[in-house]
């Protein structure tokens, strides 16, 4: 490995990370899908929040940004392509982000996102290991988008809902990560596809630790749990069900929604931290007085092997 490497895939964090000088590193990244909501400027908004996620998740400051957008040349207004890349512009300004360019390829399926760069002090990296036994586990916002998401395509839920998730999907991880700043974190990641869970595990394993949940403090956007009981399931949360089947435990008895929506895959969700005890308490009321609703979900144990997670 390349000495200036400080990050790269051996352990699945976030985003690579590369240094350049003694006190500065890169911190790169990449990220695009399809629609999840049918309004484009908040699609827009939406996948430009969750690839500039990533860099927060490492302890970075996003500065730089390449949009990746795939668009068919006929059937979609031409309106509406601008207005994704008008509201993936309007989320880089609000973030301090300068778009420099970007790159389209034809796809008969509308992709967007970004590929991003930021800095970073090298001694001041934040990994997706390091958890330690004892830590408390805090969550910076709600769960449930992908189910959200799926009902929105099923005509399901309230507006009050939809637009809820799409408040929580579009919301940058800055604020949180800034405040973060300030505490002793020892791991922290953001919680996207591989869902709470899987994201968990991930933690837990490159940490040598197990990750306990307790379920009913979990965060929950408004009417998840409803729609995860009538069915509003996306494909992903199977996908992670089935990946995750030797590697989480969820005790017997919670109810069959609240653990769907643990699975379930998130978009632009948030960060996932290891902490103590007393940073955890502290940096919750911190975290609240810049808006931020975090909660603790969670304590770090020691283990000897899997399974890695549990949900209790």
């Not at 512009?89 to 992709?111: C, F, M, N, Q, S």
């Not at 929950?220 to 009981?229: H, K």
Request: aromatic residues 6%.
């Amino acid at each position: 490995m390349h000495p200036d490497l400080l990050v790269g895939t051996s352990t699945a964090d976030d985003a690579g990370v590369f240094r350049i000088a003694p006190d500065l590193a890169l911190v790169q990244t990449v990220d695009f899908f399809t629609p999840i909501v049918d309004d484009p400027f908040e699609f827009g908004t939406i996948a430009a929040a969750n690839a500039l996620s990533d860099v927060y998740a490492m302890g970075g400051e996003p500065r730089t940004a390449l949009n990746i957008a795939c668009f068919p040349q006929q059937g979609v207004p031409l309106e509406a392509l601008r207005a994704i890349l008008r509201g993936g512009l309007a989320k880089a300004e609000e973030a301090g982000v300068v778009v420099v360019g970007g790159h389209t390829v034809v796809d008969d399926e509308i992709k967007f996102g970004m590929a991003v760069t930021g800095f970073v002090h090298p001694d001041r990296v934040l990994r997706n290991i390091g958890a330690r036994p004892g830590d408390a586990l805090v969550l910076t916002k709600p769960l449930g988008t992908g189910i959200v998401a799926t009902a929105i395509k099923h005509g399901a839920g309230t507006a009050a809902e939809h637009a809820t998730a799409v408040a929580t999907m579009a919301a940058l991880n800055g604020p949180a990560a800034r405040v973060l700043g300030d505490f002793a974190v020892h791991a922290c990641t953001d919680v996207t596809g591989f869902g709470l869970l899987g994201h968990a595990y991930e933690m837990a394993h490159g940490s040598g630790v197990r990750l306990a949940f307790t379920a009913e403090r979990l965060p929950l956007l408004p009417g998840v749990r409803r729609l995860a009981a009538e069915g509003h399931l996306t494909g992903g949360c199977r996908r992670n069900r089935d990946w995750l089947a030797d590697k989480v435990r969820v005790a017997p008895g919670l109810p069959a929604d609240l653990v769907e929506v643990a699975f379930d895959p998130q978009t632009s969700g948030g960060l996932l931290v290891a902490l103590s005890e007393t940073d955890a308490g502290r940096a919750v009321g911190a975290l609240a007085a810049r808006g931020v609703a975090a909660v603790v979900v969670g304590t770090v144990e020691a283990s000897a092997g899997g399974p890695w997670v549990d949900l209790r």
